[in-house]
């Protein structure tokens, strides 16, 4: 079946630095890739839409000069955290799809110190 | 606007015992239904859908749901639990955009 890849899969960084996460669809092209956040025995929200060649659309609530997104070719999306603060700490996960068929990459743990 | 509500945050079944686990949706279009599993450290996994058709649905690993559109429902189940059924599962919905609302997920533990 078709997978996404994403790494890292673990960082730790100092607080106030910028950690670019990348999501890969790797036998398929994602015109759409979407990016979610989990906290800690919560469940996934969607934190936007990123889109190949134009400007993401973000959820209501997420700041997109924070988690500035960049879908530069139809099969890599990339997340970075700006100025990565300890409440940024979570787990990020991607999603790639065709049609109803959506795969997601096996996440980033993210740790601020 | 589609959300879902996962009844019962942690659910503990004995090995070869029934595992059902409750999701409701709310959509104000057709929904498109999801279970996925997740394992410590790892993505999500899709376990089965629902988009039109059949309202039964079966998936991977012996799971299969049931669209009930008249009790806005669409519960998992598994006729026999298996210490490898472990893991943390997620009901979603979504509209045609495939842009996924998910339910705050229900922790399965299996007793041997």
């Known amino acids: 079946g078709a997978v996404v890849s994403q790494h890292p899969s673990r960082v730790i960084c100092k607080s106030g630095t910028s950690v670019k996460i990348e999501c890969r669809s790797l036998d398929f092209q994602a015109t759409t890739m979407f990016w979610y956040r989990q906290f800690p025995k919560q469940s996934l929200m969607l934190m936007a839409t990123?889109?190949?060649?134009?400007?993401?659309?973000?959820e209501q609530g997420v700041e997109k000069d924070k988690f500035l997104i960049n879908h530069a070719s139809l099969t890599l999306s990339t997340l970075t955290v700006t100025s990565a603060h300890p409440e940024d700490s979570s787990f990020y996960i991607c999603s790639a799809g065709l049609a109803e068929k959506l795969f997601f990459g096996s996440g980033t743990q993210l740790s601020v110190l | 606007a589609q959300s879902v509500t996962q009844l019962g945050s942690h659910v503990s079944v004995s090995e070869g015992a029934l595992v059902l686990l409750r999701c409701n949706y709310s959509?104000?279009?057709?929904?498109?239904l999801f279970w996925y599993v997740q394992y410590p450290n790892q993505g999500l996994q899709l376990l089965l859908k629902y988009t039109t058709g059949a309202t039964l649905v079966k998936g991977i690993n012996g799971f299969e749901a049931e669209f009930k559109k008249s009790e806005t429902s669409f519960h998992l189940t598994k006729p026999s639990a298996h210490m490898s059924d472990a893991a943390e599962y997620f009901c979603a919905v979504s509209g045609n955009d495939y842009k996924l609302s998910f339910g705050a997920g229900t922790t399965v533990t299996v007793r041997a």
């Open positions: 990123s889109n190949e060649g134009s400007k993401a659309t973000y």
């Open positions: 959509s104000s279009v057709p929904p498109y």
